[in-house]
């Protein structure tokens, strides 16, 4: 069915894949079920594009299969199940970390986000009847996963490959964001946003930063909006996506517009040319705002 999330498991116990293909059997989940490391890898390759959550044990093996996804530049959502009750597990440090090879470290959430991503949630076998809102949950958190968080791009390092990193996070959130809308629509994209997130409730440091990543976003696309960049409608979406989850203002976005405004003002006189130029930008701020006001407007439940 169009509107199936298709999720990809990967878990050494039996009784634990079998008890997750059945919390898993329902019209909105197609799974598939994999069984060694190498058929994961391979699976997870060349079928990146269509996987919308990876479901995996939390076994030792599981940080030398991440550190493969992440140097082939592979980002996605993710579920780990862990044991109900358990000492944590002990395991060298796979190559390609920050920290020193072989040093131990504890088997737990924390150290799967530091190696893979931020956005990883875990779910232990008790409590599979809730995987699926584990899953939901975790695809919003990948979705507002931020390009410059600790555990995508600072861990790496070399700038020039945390710059790849981040674009490369950026591409598959923008994907696997425009499937949402197509098969499930804006309201199950809305369903999904984590009010903890939302810009009012976050500090104002990361209100801060989020805002600067907004604006810098939003003036590669005022330089690039007349020209004939064909990325130039993608670049609005990824500006807009990420306000929306962010539940930013249209008035924030006409104060960032209305500052970068400003700052091309001062350079022109600068360089003592005309200002008219600018106007032409209301292009710009208009077509992002209805961007993200269709989003809102859809985002709003259908009376039944």
């Known amino acids: 069915m169009p509107s199936q999330l298709s999720i990809c498991i990967f878990v050494r116990s039996a009784s634990l894949g079998d008890s997750l293909e059945q919390c898993l059997e329902d019209t909105r989940h197609a799974y598939t079920r ?10 997870v390759d060349q079928h990146k594009q269509q996987i ?7 076994i030792p093996e599981i940080l030398e299969l991440l550190s493969k996804l992440r140097q082939q530049k592979i980002y996605l959502p993710l579920v780990a199940i862990g044991e109900s009750i358990e000492t944590p597990q002990r395991l060298e440090v796979p190559s390609g970390n920050q920290e020193e090879t072989g040093t131990l470290v504890p088997l737990d959430l924390t150290a799967i986000r530091r190696l893979y991503h931020d956005a990883v949630l875990e779910v232990t076998a008790d409590e599979l009847q809730e995987v699926q809102s584990v899953i939901d949950r975790a695809i919003a958190k990948f979705l507002e996963l931020s390009t410059t968080q600790k555990g995508t791009s600072t861990q790496q390092g070399n700038a020039i490959d945390a710059i790849i990193i981040q674009h490369s996070l950026k591409r598959q959130q923008r994907r696997l964001a425009e499937k949402l809308k197509e098969r499930l629509g804006y309201l199950g994209v809305y369903y999904k946003r984590d009010p903890k997130n939302f810009f009012r409730r976050l500090s104002h440091e990361k209100q801060q930063d989020l805002l600067e990543s907004l604006k810098e976003d939003y003036q590669d696309i005022i330089l690039n909006y007349f020209s004939d960049d064909e990325a130039i409608n993608s670049k609005i979406d990824d500006f807009v996506n990420i306000a929306f989850f962010a539940d930013i203002s249209v008035s924030q976005i006409v104060e960032i517009h209305m500052e ?8 022109l006189q600068l360089e003592g040319r005309s200002e008219e130029i600018l106007l032409d930008y209301r292009l710009t701020l208009i077509d992002t705002i209805a961007h993200l006001c269709e989003m809102y407007r859809r985002s709003i439940p259908r009376e039944s």
């Not at 994999?34 to 699976?43: T, V």
């Not at 919308?52 to 939390?58: A, G, I, N, S, Y």
């Not at 970068?260 to 350079?267: A, D, P, T, V």
């Open 34 to 43: 994999l069984f060694s490391e190498g058929e994961l890898i391979e699976y």
């Open 52 to 58: 919308d959550c990876l479901v995996v044990e939390r």
């Open 260 to 267: 970068l405004m400003e700052e091309f003002s001062k350079q």
